[in-house]
């Protein structure tokens, strides 16, 4: 991987605004508890095809973090799976090259789609940026892949902590500007009232097939959140090749904010 090309942290895109960041527990909380209310809305949600989707967790997380999000998916007819590599410490050598056998693995046949959480969502992209004729789509979750500067999120002292597990030229990834177009469909789900990573982050210039979608959640909140649930299920259920930018179905259009 190329050194990153590290620029000022700008005016525009700061670290989210200490009130968000020290409210991230109790709206998580609060969250959680409309989403075990909302299960009836859910079950409208466009059902599976059974393809193979990889769901990836966030910094400092284990695949219990993404645990309901599999469960739904694998309700709807998907065959999900975690990472299976217990602790996500960052991008260190054992995961790097974990993720790469585990995408061959599971891509044996068919395309898998990849869903990522916060830094599991950078992962995501990276390995479609590697290996885009093994994923047939990737979401990611208020996951700042065009971040520039670590000061743009919460967690920048425990990315630095562990920064010495890290393989070579992993502080951040190149630039977004620099790179060449993303190679298969991406849906950026992301929220203005996100309390760890600067949302301007977690989006990119819409393109053909690509596309950013705002939400309404916490950052820890995005796998229990219905609209976001409700959301992935709409992206997954897409038939291969027919992509088309989301639109929230009738009677559910509040729930999603004006960018």
């Not at 393989?167 to 009232?193: D, I, M, N, Q």
């Amino acid at each position: 991987m190329p050194e990153p090309v590290i620029e000022p942290v700008s005016e525009r895109d700061p670290a989210p605004g200490l009130l968000w960041y020290l409210t991230e527990p109790t709206r998580t909380a609060v969250g959680i508890g409309q989403f075990a209310a909302s299960r009836s809305l859910l079950r409208a949600a466009p059902s599976g095809d059974g393809h193979t989707v990889l769901v990836l967790p966030g910094l400092g997380t284990t695949d219990a973090m993404t645990a309901p999000l599999r469960k739904f998916l694998a309700g709807l007819g998907y065959d999900v799976h975690g990472w299976g590599l217990g602790l996500n410490i960052g991008p260190s050598v054992g995961v790097v090259r974990g993720m790469r056998e585990l995408l061959r693995e599971l891509a044996v046949g068919a395309k898998v789609s990849i869903v990522g959480w916060s830094l599991g969502g950078i992962f995501a992209r990276e390995l479609a940026r590697e290996h885009p004729g093994m994923v047939r789509q990737v979401i990611t979750l208020g996951s700042p892949y065009a971040m520039t500067d670590l000061r743009q999120t919460r967690v920048n002292p425990v990315y630095q902590l562990l920064a010495r597990f890290y393989v070579a030229g992993a502080e951040l990834p190149p630039p977004e500007h620099t790179r060449p177009p993303f190679p298969v469909p991406s849906t950026s789900v992301y929220s203005k009232s996100d309390g760890i990573v600067a949302w301007q982050t977690c989006i990119s210039t819409p393109a053909t097939r690509q596309e950013n979608v705002a939400v309404n959640s916490s950052h820890l909140g995005y796998g229990y959140n219905a609209t976001v649930l409700w959301l992935i299920a709409d992206r997954l259920a897409q038939r291969p090749n027919r992509w088309r930018p989301f639109t929230p179905p009738p009677g559910m259009a509040r729930m999603f904010p004006t960018p």
